[in-house]
């Protein structure tokens, strides 16, 4: 039995054995399965990352041919001179107040400095990184509590940055420029590396833009880089790590605390003797904060608006950004080829810096703003263009700042008249002599009113209503042509119409949402010259590479706005303003001037844009505030006829001194015929005996367009010669006068109570009579047949002059075709006496206020 028992115990030990084996065993298998998970995830963890660390080195943009000698190729902008030559405007160091020096014109006590105080190993490592520092860096990191406190980047990975990355702080970036650290170390010497660094590094402060060491050494000390001594040197090398603590602008203890470490790790690493460390450490600097002006050209507002033109055609054309553009231009050895004409250009500066051409206004501290654009209509070619007053002079230190003259968008008041107004409403079938009544009118809740808010001229032509910019017309112009061709009118001249000035005082007055600039309104009125071709102003023509190969050869866009007759009509319209209009202060002698003022609501604004048979110029005054601030002389409000037309004669008085005479040249399809300026129609007797005067003048028309019917608006009509009733049976005979008469179609008896030829409108009133007229005296107050009145007083219309009154040759031309009497400026002038200007005979009484706005 025991051995039974001790059988079964074995037995049972056995088993247990078993049992105990595969369990370790399997313990044993989850262990190799978690480990070899582990390993197999690190693995794949270490794919995952290797993969993208390959990716962005893949990723990495490439070294561009030539990378640190690219920066100092400046770019040159171009002119041409009086005898039609090239020669150098502008040349461009830098987008940022830079100029570039070679290596061996900075002083050694400089590079040592720079070496010894930001990468000690640079002449030994030629990694582009170093391992040792970024350990270093990482301690250090660790004993601050994670902080950063010390940095690892290599002179050239510094270098790297600034040149090719940006300053994010990713481990994209970081890699990428280890990598390119790596590659330059590998292409170029230390010299060539150190040199670049030296150029591009920042050094400024809050006061002072500088990069590179030599436009630090110009505003810190006031002198060329090579004359630092090691005091100086050390102070400047200790800027970059962090300028706004270690920049004497910024703090002048901390610079000199920086100067002492760079002073004495140069001391450390062997770059200076103790005696040379001491006589540097006690060396008082004597700082000449100089804000250094390195754009180094004059007619800055022309050639810093080539520089943005040019940005945006390279950005578009080469498919990069505008930052990568204009970078383009500074530094990459471009030629630029503008379009400034310089005697222009200094003679807009010269205008500009003479006070006596601007209003002053006591009141106020500022000055009164202005810009000035001068173009040549014929090519799109801008010849000048003065953005602001007092900033002209090569001396300044404008870069890039605000360019009034294309950048400020300004309400251009009634100068928006030819545009949206007057050259539309042409295209839409009416004329020269169309007539618009001006008196009192309400459109919806707007009631808009002339400059001379309280005075209503009654029938005028749309000549005389440009001539005098009166606004009532020109509001029931565009009433009259829709919104819709009014704006689009104005988009086809360039300017900037939005869904905001889809309104009657926007479109016909100029009170626009957002305003268009000097320049818009310039190449606007340039496409009126050019025979309704609208050309796309232009600064430059050409820009090549450095190699002299074409990048851009630029072509103006064209597009047609007006058909040439009407454009001629405008234009010869436009004459007007300027011989006996609003703009009459913009007279040139010997040359023909068309041109229109404007004036924004409270004088916000004020504009004149005039035009010659050579250029076309605008000129804006204004507050830079905005619109709604009064530009006022003495307390005086001014208008665009007073300074702006003014300081456009100047201007244009010496460019045109050495041209020719010209006249502006009529295209076929111009047809000249005699009508009635009440009307716009063909006249009658009645026209002519008005008793005002004569009221026939002869206009132009584009052929096709001129009137065929007769007037209707002059009418006679007997009256009381007392009472000025209508003659009835009623009236004495001896009180019975036949008169001449106007009937304004439409014209209510409120209106005409304001209207200035209000007294000439055919009453309404009829003779009652305080005395019977005796039975067999009853037609006594009739006249003959052909009176034009019926027996009862009625008006009658005039008689159409028979065949042999009617002008030959279209009423109005002679046999060469030329008028009769055409409107003023118009070639061969008038023969007789009858012309186009505004006959004023009875209808502009003494009281009226001046004509300049």
């Not at 590396?193 to 810190?220: D, F, K, M, R």
């Not at 003779?767 to 019926?790: E, F, I, L, R």
């Amino acid at each position: 039995m025991d051995n039974n028992i001790n059988l079964k115990r074995s037995e049972r030990y056995k088993k247990n054995n078993v049992n105990n084996s595969g369990g370790k065993n399997k313990n044993k298998k989850v262990l190799k399965i978690i480990l070899w998970t582990f390993i197999i995830i690190l693995l794949a963890g270490i794919g995952v990352i290797g993969g993208k660390v390959l990716a962005i080195i893949k990723n990495t943009p490439p070294l561009t041919k030539d990378v640190l000698t690219a920066q100092k190729q400046s770019s040159i902008i171009y002119v041409k001179d009086e005898s039609g030559q090239w020669k150098s405007a502008a040349v461009l160091h830098g987008t940022d107040n830079r100029l570039w020096v070679s290596i061996d014109k900075i002083p050694k006590n400089l590079q040592n400095a720079v070496v010894a105080i930001e990468d000690q190993r640079f002449y030994k490592n030629n990694l582009g990184i170093d391992p040792k520092r970024i350990i270093g860096a990482f301690i250090a990191d660790i004993k601050a509590g994670g902080k950063p406190v010390e940095g690892a980047s290599t002179i050239t990975q510094q270098l790297v940055k600034n040149m090719m990355l940006s300053d994010e702080k990713t481990l994209t970036r970081k890699i990428q420029e280890a990598v390119l650290a790596w590659e330059i170390e590998q292409k170029y010497s230390k010299q060539q590396i150190l040199e670049a660094y030296l150029n591009t590094i920042y050094l400024g402060g809050p006061h002072i833009n500088a990069y590179g060491v030599q436009a630090a050494a110009l505003s810190y000390f006031g002198k060329d880089v090579s004359q630092l001594d090691l005091a100086e040197s050390a102070m400047i090398a200790g800027i970059t790590n962090n300028p706004s603590m270690y920049s004497p602008d910024s703090s002048k203890e901390g610079a000199l605390k920086r100067q002492h470490l760079v002073l004495s790790e140069m001391l450390k690493q062997g770059y200076i003797t103790k005696d040379e460390y001491d006589n540097a450490i006690s060396e008082k600097l004597v700082y000449q904060f100089k804000k250094i002006d390195l754009t180094g050209y004059n007619h800055k507002y022309f050639i810093e608006q080539v520089i943005r033109d040019a940005a945006s055609s390279l950005s578009k054309e080469l498919n990069i950004s505008y930052s990568e553009a204009t970078n383009k231009i500074y530094n990459g050895g471009l030629r630029i080829y503008s379009t400034m004409d310089t005697k222009i250009q200094t003679d807009i500066e010269q205008a500009f810096a003479n006070p006596k051409l601007f209003p002053v206004d006591p009141s106020r501290k500022d000055m009164v703003q202005g810009a000035m654009v001068i173009m040549d209509w014929r090519t799109g070619e801008v010849k000048g263009i003065v953005g602001g007053r007092n900033t002209n002079d090569s001396s300044s230190n404008v870069l890039m700042g605000l360019n009034r003259a294309t950048q400020s968008y300004r309400q251009p008041g009634s100068s928006i008249k030819p545009l949206t107004v007057y050259g539309p409403a042409l295209e839409s079938g009416l004329t020269a002599a169309t007539v618009v009544d001006d008196v009192p009118t309400t459109f919806g809740s707007y009631t808009p009113h002339n400059y001379e808010s309280s005075y209503y001229h009654g029938l005028v032509t749309l000549r005389e209503a440009i001539t005098d910019s009166l606004n009532i017309p020109a509001v029931k112009v565009v009433n009259t042509i829709g919104l819709n061709t009014s704006a689009n009118y104005g988009k086809k001249f360039g300017l900037n119409i939005t869904n905001n000035d889809m309104y009657l005082p926007a479109l016909a007055l100029g009170g626009l949402y957002k305003g268009i600039t000097p320049l818009q309104e310039t190449a606007g009125y340039a496409a009126i010259a050019n025979g309704g071709m609208y050309i796309n102003p232009i600064t430059f023509t050409e820009i090549k590479d450095s190699q002299g190969n074409v990048i851009i050869d630029k072509k103006p866009e064209k597009h047609v706005v007006l058909n040439e007759q009407n454009a001629y009509i405008l234009e010869n319209m436009m004459q007007d303003v300027v011989d006996h209009g609003t703009g009459t202060n913009a007279q040139l002698p010997n040359m023909p001037v068309a041109g229109k003022t404007g004036t924004s609501e409270k004088s916000g604004n004020v504009w004149f844009t005039g035009f010659t048979p050579y250029y076309v110029g605008t000129v804006w005054m204004g507050y830079d505030e905005g619109n709604n601030i009064p530009v006022k002389n003495y307390g005086t409000s001014v208008v665009g006829g007073t300074f702006p037309a003014k300081l456009w004669r100047t201007v244009m008085e010496s460019v045109h001194e050495n041209l020719a005479p010209r006249e502006f040249k009529r295209p076929p399809g111009i047809v000249f015929v005699t009508v009635c300026r009440d009307s716009g129609l063909l006249p009658t007797d009645l026209c002519r005996n008005d008793p005002r005067g004569d009221q026939t003048y002869t206009e132009m028309f584009a052929d096709g367009t001129q009137p065929t019917s007769y007037c209707t608006v002059h009418v006679a009509a007997k009256i009381n010669i007392l009472t000025g009733e209508l003659a009835s049976s009623w009236t004495l005979p001896i009180l019975v006068k036949e008169r001449v008469f106007i009937d304004p179609p439409g014209r209510t008896a409120a209106q005409n109570a304001y209207a200035a030829d209000g007294k000439y409108v055919i009453p309404t009133a009829i003779d009652s009579g305080d005395t019977k007229v005796p039975p067999d005296n009853k037609n006594n107050g009739t006249a003959n047949s052909n009176s034009g009145t019926s027996p009862e007083g009625t008006p009658q219309s005039g008689t159409q002059p028979s065949p042999s009154q009617v002008p030959a040759n279209n009423g109005g031309t002679n046999s060469n075709g030329a008028p009769n009497n055409a409107p003023s400026n118009t070639q061969p002038p008038s023969q007789d006496n009858s012309s186009g200007t505004k006959d004023t005979t009875g209808t502009t009484p003494s009281s009226k206020p001046s004509k300049s706005r």
